[in-house]
């Protein structure tokens, strides 16, 4: 059936509705792939143009890169569902091609010394030997983004560079980490409070001088909830400011907004 974004039109302009959705390939994992869709479409919704087939395209390869095949290819195909021209609903036609399944030899980090290489490599759930899985290398990699702002330094980052070997169907992964600088507690401050409380009154577990742990950012709107206005959030109400001449931050809790 001919395909409605074969006609010299501007895809990116085209505007569709997905019908349906159709996968060649990958038996073993058509479940899975079919459950991903499900879930993306439920959360974004399925009209939109050609960015939306891009990102089917992406979510079907995620599912195929948390199993072990991470040089999958995935193409999807909008197909018109009749010849009305004037119709947008479509099917998306998606071509697996999973390849070989890939395992993850090891995991080695590079300009580390806060923590030791096994403590950062104890960080993440993926064990060496294990079909590779991109999701559990995010996820080991926010961890480390808090076990170092635990500690101050809030500016870590770790970008992975990954090895392919076809040899043996291997992966290697050697991170590149920024610890950058060591940050401590400079100011606190906190407005928009009932003028019956006043600063002594509430909780506050950062001090002018400690090492700056952004997890006491949270505990403080858990130890001090029942004195706070009801839609207050951590990452709205806090206003965080870095001086990176004496290596402090300035810590504001403004709830002044909050109704």
Same mark, same amino acid.
């Given at each position: 059936?001919?395909?409605?974004?074969?006609?010299?039109?501007?895809?990116?302009?085209? $505007?569709?509705?997905? #019908?349906?959705?159709?996968? %060649? !390939?990958? &038996?073993?994992?058509?479940?899975? /792939? =079919?459950?991903? +869709?499900?879930?993306?479409?439920?959360?974004?919704?399925?009209?939109?143009?050609?960015?939306?087939?891009?990102?089917?395209?992406?979510?079907?390869?995620?599912?195929?890169?948390?199993?072990?095949?991470?040089?999958?290819?995935?193409?999807?195909?909008?197909?018109?569902?009749?010849?009305?021209?004037?119709?947008?609903?479509?099917?998306?036609?998606?071509?697996?091609?999973?390849?070989?399944?890939?395992?993850?030899?090891?995991?080695?980090?590079?300009?580390?010394?806060?923590?030791?290489?096994? $403590?950062?490599?104890? #960080?993440?759930?993926?064990? %060496? !030997?294990? &079909?590779?899985?991109?999701?559990? /290398? =995010?996820?080991? +990699?926010?961890?480390?983004?808090?076990?170092?702002?635990?500690?101050?330094?809030?500016?870590?980052?770790?970008?992975?560079?990954?090895?392919?070997?076809?040899?043996?169907?291997?992966?290697?992964?050697?991170?590149?980490?920024?610890?950058?600088?060591?940050?401590?507690?400079?100011?606190?401050?906190?407005?928009?409070?009932?003028?019956?409380?006043?600063?002594?009154?509430?909780?506050?577990?950062?001090?002018?001088?400690?090492?700056?742990?952004?997890?006491?950012?949270?505990?403080?709107?858990?130890?001090?909830?029942?004195?706070?206005?009801?839609?207050?959030?951590?990452?709205?109400?806090?206003?965080?400011?870095?001086?990176?001449?004496?290596?402090?931050?300035?810590?504001?809790?403004?709830?002044?907004?909050?109704?």
């Amino acid at each position: 059936m001919e395909s409605r974004l074969g006609k010299g039109e501007d895809a990116t302009e085209l $505007k569709f509705h997905i #019908e349906d959705v159709t996968i %060649d !390939g990958a &038996p073993d994992l058509e479940q899975s /792939i =079919r459950a991903r +869709i499900s879930d993306w479409l439920q959360q974004n919704g399925s009209e939109g143009d050609s960015d939306l087939i891009k990102a089917l395209e992406e979510t079907v390869r995620e599912v195929l890169q948390q199993n072990g095949y991470f040089v999958a290819k995935v193409t999807a195909q909008p197909q018109a569902l009749n010849s009305d021209t004037e119709s947008n609903s479509i099917t998306v036609h998606i071509e697996v091609s999973e390849g070989e399944l890939y395992r993850l030899r090891d995991i080695q980090f590079s300009n580390v010394s806060v923590f030791s290489p096994e $403590k950062l490599r104890a #960080e993440f759930t993926i064990q %060496d !030997g294990e &079909p590779f899985n991109m999701s559990k /290398i =995010r996820r080991g +990699i926010e961890t480390l983004t808090v076990l170092y702002g635990s500690q101050g330094y809030i500016n870590f980052t770790a970008s992975p560079n990954i090895q392919i070997h076809r040899e043996d169907r291997s992966l290697s992964i050697l991170f590149e980490c920024g610890e950058d600088k060591q940050f401590r507690v400079g100011t606190v401050e906190a407005f928009g409070f009932d003028s019956k409380v006043s600063h002594h009154n509430l909780i506050i577990k950062l001090k002018p001088g400690d090492i700056f742990n952004n997890d006491l950012i949270k505990e403080f709107y858990n130890d001090n909830k029942s004195i706070l206005p009801p839609d207050v959030h951590p990452s709205g109400d806090t206003y965080v400011k870095q001086n990176p001449l004496d290596n402090t931050v300035a810590i504001v809790f403004d709830v002044r907004a909050c109704p």
